[in-house]
């Protein structure tokens, strides 16, 4: 049974190692909580959800001395269970996309990063892992040294912490660090080496070794304020440094505004501007229809509407009686406008 599980284990390490020379790792694919605390002795359960599609699940572990180390896997379909050392704290589970971790009775070296894994028919894919802290036991120590203990720095420059980890019995090559944040604004995350960490290791006449390591952060936003410790595996033994504040100063204080904000308010100044042109259209055409000539058009009677172009003609009839008739001379009360009044007479046969 020892065999056929360890010939599982090669079976799978070099199906993963094919598909990830093949294909990129996906990191966006399998969520897990960033942060895990449990008391020493206590049991722990780590979670991770995959795609349904998966058809084997894993976890690792990552710490700074030992690298990434495979614990677990698991076939989903056959629920085939393999583990990398036999042991009775380790357990694992799949149901319906959730993988689960349990570590039994933890211990100090249960400390670190665990992430879990999943592969198909073309991918490989990662979470972005967990990392696990054990309390009730010293993990920080008098011999690693963070400095500075705080920095109040503006927001857009850069900013260099250093940490200094001494050793007695331990080679400069047995000796690494990462880093670790934990911010009030997001949830703690580990910070491994990434090209931005440079250490120096020196070793003195009593044979003991002294390495700093220095973690450069530059362009600092309010988003990098936090606490960052220096976490320094030294010959195996995991270590904590005594933190380093980090304060921004001088933030921007412009005011951010949600997509949806924006386009309401622009929906409101177009709005606006569209019932601005309507009244300046409504204000033109009244300019250019006077008042008096609305009155007029209500009030006349069809025998009396006989203004035209300032011109008033009047009809007058006259009786028989009347001996002499003449054109009568009208003045427009308003201008010199002469009016001319056509005078006609009836006769009777």
Request: aromatic share 8%; net charge neutral.
């Amino acid at each position: 049974m020892n065999l056929q599980s360890n010939r599982i284990i090669m079976t799978f390490l070099l199906l993963t190692s094919l598909l990830y020379s093949a294909c990129k790792a996906q990191l966006s694919d399998i969520s897990q909580s960033p942060f895990q605390v449990v008391n020493l002795g206590d049991s722990v359960t780590l979670t991770c959800h995959v795609p349904r599609f998966t058809k084997m699940v894993f976890w690792c572990k990552v710490t700074a001395g030992k690298g990434l180390e495979l614990l677990a896997s698991l076939e989903t379909y056959y629920s085939i269970k393999n583990f990398r050392q036999e042991t009775d704290r380790l357990s694992v589970k799949y149901k319906d996309g959730g993988v689960s971790l349990t570590i039994h009775k933890t211990v100090r070296e249960d400390v670190g990063t665990y992430y879990c894994g999943g592969t198909t028919l073309d991918a490989v894919m990662f979470g972005r892992g967990t990392f696990l802290m054990i309390q009730g036991v010293g993990m920080i120590s008098d011999t690693v040294v963070q400095k500075p203990n705080s920095l109040s720095i503006q927001s857009g420059e850069s900013v260099n912490i250093s940490c200094c980890v001494r050793s007695l019995h331990c080679a400069a090559n047995h000796t690494d660090v990462m880093w670790l944040k934990n911010s009030v604004h997001s949830a703690p995350e580990m910070i491994h080496s990434s090209g931005y960490e440079t250490g120096n290791c020196q070793t003195t006449a009593s044979g003991e070794t002294t390495c700093e390591y220095d973690y450069l952060m530059q362009d600092l936003t309010s988003d990098d304020a936090g606490t960052y410790y220096c976490v320094a595996t030294v010959c195996g033994e995991l270590l904590f440094g005594n933190g380093t504040v980090v304060q921004i100063q001088g933030e921007s204080k412009s005011l951010h505004l949600s997509p949806a904000v924006v386009a309401l308010i622009l929906s409101n100044c177009l709005l606006l501007l569209a019932t601005l042109l309507l009244l300046w259209r409504l204000c033109r055409k009244h300019e250019r229809s006077p008042i008096t000539a609305s009155y007029r058009s209500r009030d006349e009677s069809p025998e009396d509407n006989q203004f035209r172009d300032g011109v008033l003609y009047t009809t007058v009839s006259s009786d028989p009686s009347n001996s002499s008739h003449r054109s009568t001379l009208l003045k427009h009360n308003s201008d010199t406008t002469v009016v001319y009044s056509n005078v006609r007479r009836s006769f009777r046969d």
